[in-house]
């Protein structure tokens, strides 16, 4: 059976969100009293994760600088959707689960990928964690050795909905998120992955993402958690 090779997935590639984007995100969302270790201990990542079954097996050898920058979209769009004009919070972390478990290395280069992800970005830059997002795409290489197997995925979702956590911080001070209109929503679904010679496998997927929805503008993403919460 022919090894799989290292597959974009939210289980294999995440390098966190940065301290400041993280300090801002937990100020917007919830109140300075909620702010106590324990409320940032949930949003660095300390719950529960879910991984796939071959998280060990799909883990790169290295991880894409933070500081790298997403490229200007080559000609053609390449497989990355553009991004929705939903105005729901759950439903567009929906849609932005699907883009970032869906890839396609036979008509997408990774500069396309980037620049194609990067579009599902908020424009606001002090709550834009682009970081967290360029840590689920494979460096360089690994994307061309995808790229010399044909490496393919489809993503199906199966839920989506807001941590009790964030509901509860939200029960207790609901004007804490009108500052920046940003939720925090879970998304859990299925990876399929396909390569040359039929080869392939599915897994689940789980995420949590910061989406930002303001009052009658479509929502956008924030940035991604380095772990599911529950």
């Excluded at 933070?66 to 567009?92: L, M, R």
């Excluded at 970081?131 to 460096?139: E, I, R």
Aim: aromatic share 6%.
């Amino acid at each position: 059976m022919q090894k799989r090779l290292p597959s974009l997935s939210l289980s294999s590639y995440g390098i966190g969100w940065s301290a400041n984007k993280r300090i801002a995100i937990v100020t917007v969302v919830v109140t300075v009293l909620l702010a106590t270790a324990a409320t940032v201990a949930w949003l660095s990542g300390n719950g529960n994760g879910r991984q796939g079954p071959d998280h060990a097996a799909s883990a790169p050898a290295s991880s894409p600088p933070s500081s790298e920058a997403a490229p200007k979209p080559a000609p053609g769009s390449g497989s990355v959707p553009k991004p929705p004009q939903i105005a729901e919070p759950v439903a567009y972390a929906k849609a932005v689960a699907q883009m970032l478990w869906s890839y396609d290395t036979r008509n997408t280069s990774r500069d396309q990928q980037l620049a194609g992800m990067r579009a599902w970005m908020t424009n606001e830059p002090t709550y834009a964690d682009w970081a967290s997002v360029l840590g689920q795409v494979p460096d360089p290489v690994l994307w061309s050795r995808m790229a010399d197997q044909d490496q393919h995925a489809t993503a199906s979702v199966t839920e989506g909905h807001y941590p009790s956590a964030f509901k509860q911080a939200l029960a207790d001070d609901p004007s804490a998120i009108t500052k920046a209109y940003i939720y925090v929503v879970t998304v859990n679904g299925k990876q399929q992955i396909a390569w040359k010679k039929d080869g392939g496998g599915a897994e689940e997927r789980a995420v949590t993402l910061a989406v930002q929805c303001r009052p009658n503008h479509d929502c956008a993403l924030a940035a991604i958690a380095p772990s599911v919460t529950q």
